[in-house]
């Protein structure tokens, strides 16, 4: 057996393994009640150690697992601190860090996609990665550029050098097949939680993510769109082939640092700039950033906020879809019966669905907190309290959310949002986020 399929075969019995664990540790917990967004499943004591034994897995694994862990990883602010705090950092980890490929692996993928004079490429190149992540991993290099030092400067740029693990593909599809039978286990944590969605759409994005010449296409427009931008940066495209690409480097401060250990000041400004990068990409870009976890972003040395991995982009040439901007603005002014026809016409409620104005607009009042004052910080307390609110079986908001629907057309858009409000709670980041949609967001016009 050679060492990918027997990585494939460990991989797979790990996560075949935990619904196993899972099962035993419900069956010990039954008859157990506990408060707040798990009381009816399973005891606190069982769902930590429900917690651990999938955020160690997840944590081990490459593919669709870890892909899947990061994008959970996002919502860990919505988890009950008891659950949240002991594994924080664990969660943390998923977005930045996975065990590295050999060094003789990573030659033989840059032989095969750069050529067998690779090394003539660069002055010098690091077999130790810098960061890794679900599909690949990044080495820190430095390019020899003829063109870079034309005005007598030196001929050579650092550079990031990212490495598609071999299999990966593969990989993906195997993890994501386990994954998809491991609902129960994330209703454990999070009740309320379906993940089949999201399963649904990583499914959908694995061939685009795969190919990294798309990528760079994907970067190199972005690139273009945000040149010499005062407040986002985005690292200029060097060369591409299907399994590597090469970037500039940048230097800056992860968010996944400025959420552990960031002083206020940075964490407001962190969260101020991401949402002018995801508001204002649809219209300046045609594209949408898709993969907002805090190891995508960097606050630069002055000021700037530095944008990494564009292999999970939403394409929107037109821009973000002006009912979503006319949609908010209506339910801020309390005009109930515009926002039902706004959700009818877009396809959020049935055109024969009898729905109740009033109710849909109590439903809408508080996911548009953050809009309806000046500023508004963001919180773990606020998001948990949506959760609640949203995910309680016998609650009225709850029975009102099974007649809505969420239109094809505008699942990227939904994802995109709650990550990124996941990671602005994680932040705690307060900014005048009202003040933004009013600049970017097309239809939501100023709220008086």
């Known amino acids: 057996m050679t060492d990918i399929p027997r990585r494939a075969v460990s991989r797979t019995a790990k996560l075949a393994a935990l619904p196993l664990g899972f099962a035993g540790r419900t069956v010990l917990g039954m008859g157990k009640r506990v408060t707040g ?39 860990e602010a919505a988890l009950p601190e008891e659950i949240a705090a002991p594994y924080r950092q664990a969660l943390t980890k998923l977005q930045e860090a996975a065990p590295p490929l050999p060094a003789a692996t990573v030659h033989k993928v840059l032989a095969e996609q750069l050529g067998p004079d690779w090394r003539d490429r660069f002055v010098e190149f690091d077999d130790t990665p810098a960061a890794a992540a679900s599909i690949g991993q990044v080495h820190r290099a430095v390019w020899r550029d003829p063109g870079y030092g034309a005005s007598g400067g030196p001929k050579h740029r650092d550079v990031a050098v990212k490495i598609q693990y071999p299999g990966a593909g593969d990989a993906l599809l195997a993890d994501l097949k386990q994954l998809s039978r491991l609902g129960g286990m994330f209703r454990a944590i ?4 379906d993940v089949k969605p999201l399963l649904v759409e990583l499914r959908e994005r694995i061939t685009e993510e795969l190919d990294y010449e798309l990528e760079a296409e994907s970067q190199r427009a972005f690139a273009t769109a945000y040149a010499d931008d005062p407040e986002i940066f985005i690292p200029e495209v060097l060369d591409s082939s299907p399994r590597v690409l090469i970037t500039e480097w940048i230097e800056g401060t992860p968010l996944s640092a400025i959420i552990r250990e960031g002083t206020e000041e940075q964490r407001d400004e962190a969260g101020r700039l991401m949402a002018v990068l995801h508001l204002s990409a649809p219209m300046r870009a045609g594209l949408l950033h898709a993969d907002p976890h805090p190891g995508n972003f960097r606050l630069l040395p002055d000021g700037r906020l530095g944008v990494i991995d564009f292999g999970a982009v939403a394409r929107m040439p037109g821009g973000t879809p002006e009912p979503i901007g006319r949609i908010a603005a209506l339910a801020l002014r309390g005009d109930a019966e515009a926002v039902v026809a706004g959700l009818r016409e877009e396809g959020f409620v049935s055109p024969t669905e009898s729905i109740d104005a009033e109710a849909v607009l109590d439903f809408l009042r508080p996911m548009l907190e953050p809009i309806a004052a000046e500023e508004f910080r963001f919180t773990r307390a606020w998001l ?29 858009i939904h994802r995109v949002t709650l990550g990124s409000i996941g990671v602005l709670c994680q932040l705690e980041a307060k900014a005048p986020y009202r003040a933004i949609l009013e600049r970017w967001l097309p239809g939501f016009a100023p709220v008086a």
Do not use: C, H, W
């Open 37 to 75: 967004l798990a009381s009816d499943v399973i005891s606190a004591e069982i769902q930590q150690r429900t917690a651990e034994q999938l955020f160690s897995v997840l944590g081990q694994l490459k593919g669709g697992a870890m892909k899947f862990g990061q994008a959970l990883s996002v919502f």
């Open 190 to 193: 999070q009740p309320g939680l």
């Open 384 to 412: 948990r309290g949506e959760a609640t609110r949203l995910a309680s079986p016998r609650s009225p908001t709850f029975q009102l959310s099974r007649q809505l629907n969420l239109p094809p057309s505008y699942l990227m």
